[in-house]
């Protein structure tokens, strides 16, 4: 139920549907027992060759009987009140109430079906047929007529729920892209893609068909059940109420039984998530996996947790399996409970076992036979009813699994009461700033920060190269300034104000970042040159696509720049993408540009002429170029390098400083060119 109410607010939104819904299901129901009920006077007329004028009369006439008889002994215990000696014992005079209590309730039960008898003899009459075979015929076409209303209503029904549970899987997943748009790089890292997917996915789809069985079996079925027992108790409340005893047995077994399957539902749904992080894994991986000849360990490792799975779901299966036999057991159980006294009573013509009342009168066969359909009806929803439990259990599992992902919260804190933040003309400062990267799996290990304690100033227009061995925290320092996330400790500004103080939105158009896993869109190269700066002037793009070369490799695809490059742009070289994603920075004309090994993948000659294109378009902004490729072309272009070790800033200065005062940073750059004269 806890995971219903989580839904409530987009169920709310297509209430229209499910009351609809709703009122159809009740329809359902209506129809299913008159169904079942029509069986009386078919029996009847089957075994008894009464037709239905002979029947309601002899009803009417029974009901006659019975009101004169309930008549008489309410006066016979009135009077015998009226007579009582006033010094009698109050147990003899409570015992006489009691009697006179139950005369007069039985009296106005009988009064009522007298009226009922009457009423309906009188509206009928004029119309039935008179003969048993013409009222069988007649009550076969009811038969059919309530069937087929029955079938229309189930699938009116099943329509409504069907729009509104696709809408509501609409909403749900729009919502849950829109958050997930709106979560931080570090809490998006450590949910990981594959798990991602999986909630978009499987949970979802398991969500779905949870909530088409709430919205058709789980309310047609009860109140299918419910009628029907409504008319059981009609025939025969005493019996009846004896048939429910299995009740309390049945809901302390799927209590039970429900946890263990929602249980159970989460692990498969884990597991499940498991095997789509292996499937990403491998898809993303394919030629490296391919390369180092790994297919027969991935496929191990994948069968290894598809054998999990399979097991998890046989778990659930085999307590799928047994909820249809408990409960027609226990729905035998119960109609035994009613049937057995019944029968006795239909047998030794007695409306009493063991003393105690069981029927108004004498049981009739017909009545009996009623009782027996009923209860034989009342098996057939409640089958359907144990048989989508399990299944409404894991949805429910699913629905805590997508709620959970709702309910996760970006890690960057925004202030509600903004400063505004101008476009960059001053510096940018990082003070005493620490960070140690969040990881899910060995949380309470300590770990050491990738940034301690860096302080670093760059003014306005300054080229700064960061530079340094793998590891020593280059690229988190720089992914810091677009708050992909915040320092633990330290305070990184620009121009002046907090980063975190201002919009994100704000903070972002300043900066463009140009990564070494260029993540290109699977459109066309103008497209991906455009992207995010669709209104740019036109020759503005073209003198870009110029400078940085992109229009001479896309002059060799016959579509030239209309050329589609393919997912995550797999048709180009990882050389001509970073020359797309260059150009896509610059088009958005950033204060702060980052390049992050924004050239690893482009050769010498080509990254000169870079280089010397980024010299023209590095005016009016600041440039944070990270790289282990310190040419001279590139020294050209910097006004100062940043050198890192550990985490922190040992040096910074110019180059020519840097060689004679910084020892790693000098060895780093004879290992940079001894790579470079080997290459
Ligand atoms: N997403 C992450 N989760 C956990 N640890 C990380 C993550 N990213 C980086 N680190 C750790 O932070 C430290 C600094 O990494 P960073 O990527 O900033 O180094 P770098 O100087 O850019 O290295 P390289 O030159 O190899 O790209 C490393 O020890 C690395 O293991």
Request: contains cysteine.
């Amino acid at each position: 139920m806890e995971s219903l109410n989580q839904l409530a607010p987009y169920l709310w939104r297509v209430r229209g549907y499910l009351i609809g819904s709703s009122i159809a299901a009740l329809l359902v129901a209506i129809f299913w027992s008159a169904g079942l009920m029509l069986s009386y006077p078919l029996v009847k007329v089957l075994l008894q060759g009464q037709s239905l004028q002979a029947y309601l009369t002899e009803e009417t006439q029974k009901a006659e009987t019975e009101t004169a008889q309930h008549q008489a002994e309410a006066a016979r215990v009135q009077h015998q009140l009226d007579q009582l000696d006033p010094n009698v014992s109050s147990s003899e005079k409570i015992s006489l109430l009691k009697s006179l209590d139950r005369a007069q309730r039985q009296l106005a039960s009988s009064g009522w079906r007298l009226m009922f008898c009457t009423w309906l003899s009188k509206q009928l009459s004029s119309w039935l047929p008179e003969q048993a075979f013409p009222t069988l015929v007649l009550l076969l076409a009811l038969l059919a007529i309530v069937t087929l209303a029955k079938g229309l209503t189930v699938y009116l029904q099943e329509n409504l729920v069907g729009i509104a549970v696709e809408s509501t899987m609409v909403m749900l997943r729009q919502r849950m892209f829109q958050h997930v748009l709106r979560l931080d790089h570090v809490t998006l890292s450590l949910l990981g893609t594959p798990q991602l997917m999986a909630r978009f996915t499987y949970d979802l789809q398991q969500l779905g068909t949870g909530l088409t069985l709430f919205g058709g079996r789980l309310i047609v079925e009860p109140l299918k059940i419910l009628s029907v027992l409504i008319c059981c108790f009609l025939v025969n409340w005493r019996l009846t109420t004896l048939s429910l005893i299995v009740v309390p047995l049945g809901a302390l077994l799927f209590g039970r039984y429900g946890k263990k399957i929602k249980k159970a539902s989460r692990k498969q749904m884990e597991s499940m998530s498991r095997i789509f992080t292996q499937l990403e894994e491998t898809l993303r991986s394919f030629r490296t996996i391919l390369a180092f000849g790994l297919e027969r360990q991935r496929r191990q490792s994948f069968h290894r947790e598809q054998k999990v799975a399979f097991e998890k779901t046989m778990k659930i299966l085999r307590m799928d399996a047994l909820s249809s036999p408990t409960t027609e057991i226990l729905a035998t159980l119960g109609a035994c409970m009613a049937l057995l006294p019944g029968a006795y009573m239909v047998l030794r013509q007695k409306s009493e076992i063991f003393g105690i009342q069981l029927s108004e009168g004498p049981l009739d066969i017909a009545e009996l036979a009623l009782l027996y359909t009923l209860m034989g009806g009342l098996l057939d929803p409640a089958r359907k009813l144990s048989a989508v439990y399990p299944k409404f259990k894991k949805s429910s599992a699913a629905c805590d699994r997508v709620f959970s992902l709702l309910k996760t919260h970006t890690r960057l804190q925004q202030d509600r009461q903004w400063v505004p933040l101008p476009r960059h003309t001053d510096k940018i400062e990082f003070e005493n700033i620490t960070y140690t990267h969040p990881v899910a799996e060995d949380r309470n290990q300590a770990r050491p920060p990738a940034l301690d304690r860096v302080s670093l100033r760059i003014a306005f227009g300054e080229t700064v190269a960061i530079v340094g061995g793998n590891g020593s925290g280059k690229s988190t320092l720089i992914n810091l300034l677009p708050r992909l996330y915040d320092p633990d400790f330290g305070i990184l500004r620009i121009d002046g104000i907090d980063i975190r103080h201002t919009q994100l939105a704000l903070l972002r158009k300043q900066i463009a970042v140009v990564p070494q896993e260029t993540q290109l869109f699977n459109r066309t190269i103008s497209e991906n040159l455009r992207y995010g700066s669709w209104d740019a002037p036109a020759d503005r793009v073209t003198r870009l696509a110029h400078d940085f070369a992109v229009d001479s490799f896309a002059s060799r695809f016959p579509d030239g720049l209309e050329t589609s490059v393919g997912e995550r742009g797999q048709r180009l070289s990882g050389g001509q993408r970073q020359r797309i994603a260059l150009v896509r920075a610059l088009l958005r004309d950033p204060a702060i540009l980052i390049l992050d090994e924004a050239t690893s993948a482009i050769d010498r000659e080509s990254e000169t002429q870079i280089y010397e294109a980024l010299a023209h378009h590095k005016q009016n902004r600041t440039v944070l170029i990270v790289t282990h490729s310190l040419t001279d072309t590139l020294l050209k272009i910097v006004d100062r390098v940043v050198v890192m070790d550990h985490g922190q800033i040992i040096a910074h200065g110019e180059h020519t400083q840097l060689l004679k005062t910084c020892p790693i940073y000098r060895n780093l750059f004879a290992a940079q060119r001894e790579q470079a004269h080997a290459a």
